[in-house]
């Protein structure tokens, strides 16, 4: 018998009932990936499950397509008001709505019902969707442990259990929420644990919750996906903003994810581009969950072609067509270079990863290179000479144009605003305090 060469026959021979088949072709699924292969199947065979799988491998459908099976085919009567039937851990609030909206697309016109628990918005809206009972829960740790403090979700009728990122949710501290969590859930439930690296405290943890499992390893020998590939420049500190530019500049790139290290200095490179006449989007973990939400919108949509971020997003950033991913900086922890550069070069597909690199990021680029396990090459970047003036004009004009402070007109705009002043007490003198010391 001449194996099934259409896409519909390659996943029902995993066992996907043919709704779920012939939605799959919709959504323009070919064959199914290799996590997706070894997975599915287990699965259903009702085993944990603790696999090793890199990010863009479809994780995703791989536990999504066999639950939704499940939840549809057992015909059980609806789920008890604020008792989800399934739950799904993520750890960042993006990873958490990417999950719920592919699962969305995977379930097609059934009538399984879903919600999602995070944090940044009012918690009535996901209160009131909860207390009718649901049968898939999207949550991050923090907000859906507060929810089930204030008794308005139980998880003692949940039968399954997905940790997806779990060492990402380890190494951002929700180990102990996690914990918490998983001790109101019934013990005999079928839990599923997908991590892009087993460090020993994964491991460790793995043992505690799962029964049994079955375990499953498609991690490459080199982790960082083998179809992006990796370039560094060497640039100075006060070049970075015009190497930033004249990378965007390249006609190839279409678009592109920015990554920096903090907050402040998104929103500082955010404010650079733009005055720069570059279409930008920032994200990261003081803004609010709509405004994030808003301008991964804008960046999916393509109303915006650049997107600035932080790790916070690194997991949960999935966009098709992005062809670039620039690191402006390296982030201390080596592991999150994987995740970001994994933003590009997705489902099969090929994509670039550049990273400036000043004198302070030798070592971290170092430990990068034996993550990876491979050199990453170095290539001259050649600045147009009026991007380098233009940043050293901006420099010297602000200077020269900021006034300087007249303490005299200060104090008197202040005394007439009627706002107090409280003076500074100066410090005695060495000699002073020696005197005071003795009359003392």
């Known amino acids: 018998m001449s194996k099934p060469s259409n896409k519909e026959d390659q996943f029902a021979k995993l066992g996907l009932h043919d709704s779920f088949c012939s939605n799959l072709k919709t959504l323009g699924f070919k064959t199914p990936t290799k996590i997706q292969s070894i997975a599915i199947p287990k699965i259903f065979s009702g085993k944990d499950i603790v696999a090793t799988a890199q990010t863009g491998t479809g994780k995703t459908a791989a536990f999504g397509l066999p639950l939704l099976q499940k939840?549809?085919?057992?015909?059980?009567?609806?789920?008890?008001?604020?008792?989800?039937?399934?739950?799904i851990l993520a750890p960042t609030r993006e990873l958490a709505l990417q999950i719920l909206e592919d699962l969305k697309s995977f379930?097609?016109?059934?009538?399984?019902?879903?919600?999602?628990?995070?944090?940044?918005?009012?918690?009535?809206?996901?209160?009131?969707?909860?207390?009718?009972?649901?049968?898939?829960?999207?949550?991050?740790p923090g907000r859906l442990l507060d929810l089930i403090n204030q008794g308005h979700i139980?998880?003692?009728?949940?039968?399954?259990?997905?940790?997806?990122?779990?060492?990402?949710?380890?190494?951002?501290?929700?180990?102990?929420?996690?914990?918490?969590?998983?001790?109101?859930?019934?013990?005999?439930?079928?839990?599923?644990?997908?991590?892009?690296?087993?460090?020993?405290?994964?491991?460790?943890?793995?043992?505690?919750?799962?029964?049994?499992?079955?375990?499953?390893?498609?991690?490459?020998?080199?982790?960082a996906a083998p179809k992006i590939d990796q370039y560094s420049f060497k640039v100075t500190g006060a070049q970075?903003?015009?190497?930033?530019?004249?990378?965007?500049?390249?006609?190839?790139?279409?678009?592109?994810?920015?990554?920096?290290?903090?907050?402040?200095?998104?929103?500082?490179?955010?404010?650079?581009?733009n005055s720069s006449g570059f279409l930008v989007e920032v994200?990261?973990?003081?803004?609010?969950?709509?405004?994030?939400?808003?301008?991964?919108?804008?960046?999916?949509e393509g109303k915006s072609w650049i997107l600035v971020a932080t790790d916070v997003a690194a997991r949960g950033i999935d966009v098709d067509d992005v062809t670039h991913v620039?690191?402006?900086?390296?982030?201390?922890?080596?592991?999150?270079?994987?995740?970001?550069?994994?933003?590009?070069?997705r489902a099969g597909a090929t994509g670039i990863a550049w990273t400036l690199i000043d004198g302070s990021e030798g070592k971290t680029l170092?430990?990068?290179?034996?993550?990876?396990?491979?050199?990453?090459?170095?290539?001259?970047?050649?600045?147009?000479?009026?991007?380098?003036?233009?940043?050293?004009?901006?420099?010297?004009?602000?200077?020269?144009?900021?006034?300087?402070?007249?303490?005299?007109?200060a104090a008197r705009k202040n005394a007439a605003?009627?706002?107090?002043?409280?003076?500074?007490?100066?410090?005695?003198?060495?000699?002073?305090?020696?005197?005071n010391e003795k009359s003392s």
């Open 71 to 87: 939840i549809t085919s057992k015909k059980l009567p609806p789920s008890s008001p604020r008792s989800p039937r399934s739950l």
């Open 283 to 300: 994200i990261h973990g003081n803004k609010s969950q709509n405004a994030r939400q808003r301008a991964l919108t804008n960046f999916k």
């Open 417 to 435: 605003s009627g706002r107090r002043i409280r003076k500074r007490k100066r410090k005695p003198s060495s000699k002073r305090r020696d005197e």
């Open 154 to 223: 139980r998880l003692d009728q949940t039968e399954f259990l997905v940790l997806d990122e779990c060492d990402r949710l380890l190494d951002m501290g929700f180990l102990p929420d996690v914990k918490r969590i998983i001790k109101t859930m019934p013990k005999k439930r079928q839990s599923l644990l997908f991590s892009a690296t087993i460090p020993e405290e994964v491991r460790q943890f793995s043992r505690e919750i799962l029964s049994k499992p079955d375990r499953i390893d498609i991690a490459p020998k080199n982790i």
């Open 366 to 409: 170092k430990g990068v290179e034996r993550l990876v396990k491979k050199p990453i090459q170095e290539i001259e970047l050649e600045i147009p000479k009026e991007e380098l003036e233009q940043q050293l004009t901006k420099k010297t004009g602000s200077d020269r144009n900021r006034k300087p402070v007249n303490k005299a007109n």
């Open 240 to 273: 970075k903003p015009s190497a930033l530019r004249t990378l965007l500049r390249f006609p190839e790139v279409r678009r592109a994810i920015v990554f920096t290290r903090t907050k402040h200095r998104a929103d500082k490179v955010s404010r650079m581009l």
């Open 107 to 140: 379930s097609g016109n059934s009538k399984i019902s879903f919600s999602c628990v995070i944090g940044g918005i009012n918690q009535n809206s996901q209160i009131r969707k909860n207390s009718r009972g649901i049968d898939v829960l999207v949550a991050a």
């Open 326 to 345: 620039i690191n402006y900086e390296l982030s201390n922890e080596p592991e999150n270079y994987i995740h970001r550069i994994g933003r590009t070069g």
